[in-house]
């Protein structure tokens, strides 16, 4: 962060459920992790190093001025340890690092036992919710679960698709929309442009930052509800129940 910012420390425990799991690699293993997510909002990494920062002696400093991190070592250790780290970055907005430690329970104090997924009973028969993701396996996990309760999808790749898909469609119930993507409308700059359009538009979010990076200073709504991915499915239609009725609440005061 070359000119000042904010860095943003997180911690939590994780249950990952190899069914609830949107977004996570395929080596993932399910089971209980401790997490520790780093966020910033600098210059963010630019897409053609994303695939390379990992790489053993890979920089991009100028010579003489280090050898950068040590990313491949810490990639190295995690993947030894059984753990994982991912990554989420966009230029000009910033980067999040997330740890994933794999969490240890003794045998002799604790009874380990394989946690059920308990997807809520809802329908989204009748309701359209437009999804803005820009990774396309995310994309297709979220529609696969969307479409499986019922609900009508309408898919955009960016803010700037998504501006454009509305303006010709604007007959929707529920945006459902990443926070930062590739293009020039980012997720809580689509939401107040869809709202010019239609006010009541309810609104979830999405982000693989941490909640305070992705938020800060964005001005969202309080009734707007948002997800730090990867998020268990059962979390993803809790969500958009929950602002369903937030929804028919308002309506029913009107």
Do not use: W
């Not at 210059?43 to 390379?52: E, P, R, T, W, Y």
């Not at 970055?89 to 059920?116: C, D, H, M, N, W």
């Not at 442009?193 to 982000?207: E, T, Y």
């Not at 305070?212 to 958009?240: F, I, M, S, Y």
Request: overall charge negative; some cysteine; glycine content about 10%.
């Amino acid at each position: 962060m070359p000119d000042g910012g904010k860095l943003t420390i997180e911690t939590a425990n994780i249950l990952i459920n190899d069914i609830d799991v949107l977004d996570m690699a395929d080596d993932f293993a399910p089971g209980r992790y401790a997490m520790i997510a780093v966020s910033d909002t600098g210059v963010g990494i630019s897409h053609k190093n994303l695939d390379a920062i990992f790489e053993p002696f890979f920089t991009t400093k100028a010579v003489g001025t280090g050898s950068g991190l040590g990313l491949s070592m810490i990639h190295g250790f995690m993947k030894q340890t059984g753990g994982a780290v991912h990554l989420k970055s966009e230029e000009g907005q910033g980067t999040t690092f997330k740890l994933y430690f794999p969490a240890k329970q003794k045998r002799e104090f604790f009874k380990i036992e394989k946690v059920k997924s308990h997807t809520p009973d809802v329908s989204g028969k009748g309701i359209r919710v437009l999804v803005v993701e820009d990774e396309p396996a995310v994309m297709n996990v979220i529609c696969e679960v969307l479409s499986n309760c019922g609900y009508t999808v309408l898919k955009a790749y960016s803010g700037d698709e998504a501006l454009i898909l509305f303006e010709q469609e604007p007959n929707v119930d529920i945006l459902l929309t990443d926070v930062v993507m590739p293009g020039k409308v980012q997720g809580p700059a689509l939401t107040k442009k869809l709202r010019a359009i239609n006010p009541d538009l309810p609104a979830v979010f999405m982000s693989g930052f941490a909640n305070e990076a992705a938020v800060n200073g964005n001005r969202l709504h309080p009734e707007d509800v948002r997800l730090t991915k990867p998020n268990p499915k059962n979390e993803l239609l809790k969500a958009l129940e929950k602002v369903r009725q937030g929804q028919a609440s308002t309506q029913e005061q009107d």
